[in-house]
């Protein structure tokens, strides 16, 4: 047993304070009976409350909360495993994300563009892991190395600027943390894709970008823009950006850079204008990286629960809400 989203369980102490309330309700009823008079003709006048129901109405509050915690996180269960001789390389996707990829000169814009291309893309490296890294003034691992491609794909439809929430363009902060992803005692069997538009002139990238050849990652530059340039629509106040004197910032796509990254590595740099031929040129450099048999225990097919979870934490909430806190009565 696993959980996919393990992060999602920091949410089960919460329950502790819902307990919490619970406490402090009890203490808050048993001193308003106080309040109103004698003890004994007020229990008399609440006669038909039912404590045990009022509990029970909290206690399936508190494990639906749980069950919805444990479901987001999705326990998994190892099923059926692919015993076929597997061999595959690791690929590392590394996504610019910052503003300037909002920009509309490639319809229908850069982002959507380039995600557009990873989502096809994922779907034909049947035989390869594949990673996420985003970035943008920072860089953030997203997923690391799984054969796990609907969630590659997920990750990938999910990514933007909201997501890295500084603004920048690190590139050589997402190479090394791509790299770090990969097995350190290979010197092959890996590649990272890096698609950006390259505007903001990283310092630190050729220096990156040669220890990365040295340890045999070969990198792939994907350019998605034109070296024209056009204006960007900040997605916060929805009009033109504009630099610190005022003028309007026009976004160009920075080959330069990219084509470097991508020669240091003996990679190849193309820049998206055909879909239908970066996915051919993409898919056939990939495929002639040197691949290495991978275990059966990555291609493993887990089955999901979190429905299950889901569906109990449904069933419990509209118990409670049916469950009366007086006592029932028969006929």
Do not use: C
Request: aromatic share 6%.
């Amino acid at each position: 047993m696993r959980f996919q989203h393990l992060e999602y369980l920091a949410g089960l102490p919460a329950t502790i304070f819902l307990i919490l309330i619970f406490l402090f309700i009890l203490k808050w009823k048993k001193n308003t009976i106080k309040k109103i008079g004698d003890t004994r003709l007020v229990k008399k006048l609440m006669q038909n409350y039912s404590p045990l129901h009022f509990f029970l109405k909290f206690l399936m509050v508190v494990l639906a909360f749980a069950a919805i915690v444990v479901g987001a996180a999705n326990p998994q269960k190892a099923g059926k495993s692919d015993n076929g001789n597997r061999k595959g390389v690791d690929v590392m996707i590394v996504l610019d994300v910052s503003k300037s990829m909002l920009a509309t000169d490639i319809k229908p814009s850069r982002l959507e563009k380039a995600k557009q291309l990873l989502t096809k893309l994922v779907d034909k490296l049947q035989n390869d892991r594949v990673g996420v890294v985003l970035f943008a003034g920072r860089a953030y691992m997203q997923m690391p190395l799984t054969i796990d491609h609907g969630a590659a794909k997920m990750y990938i439809q999910d990514a933007g600027p909201d997501v890295v929430p500084t603004q920048g363009t690190v590139i050589a902060d997402a190479l090394q943390m791509a790299n770090a992803a990969f097995n350190s005692k290979e010197k092959k069997y890996k590649t990272i894709l890096l698609i950006s538009d390259g505007e903001d002139h990283d310092p630190n990238a050729e220096k990156v970008t040669k220890t990365l050849a040295q340890n045999g990652v070969v990198i792939n530059t994907v350019g998605i823009g034109s070296p024209e340039g056009t204006t960007i629509i900040d997605p916060d106040t929805k009009e033109i950006k504009r630099d610190a004197q005022g003028q309007t910032v026009i976004s160009k796509l920075n080959e330069a850079e990219l084509q470097q990254i991508s020669s240091t590595t003996n990679g190849l740099y193309l820049r998206l204008d055909n879909m239908d031929d970066a996915l051919i040129t993409l898919s056939q450099q990939i495929d002639s990286i040197e691949k290495k048999a991978l275990s059966d225990s990555e291609y493993i097919d887990y089955n999901s629960y979190f429905q299950y979870l889901l569906g109990a934490a449904l069933l419990l909430l509209l118990i409670e809400f049916i469950l009366p806190e007086r006592k029932l009565r028969l006929a």
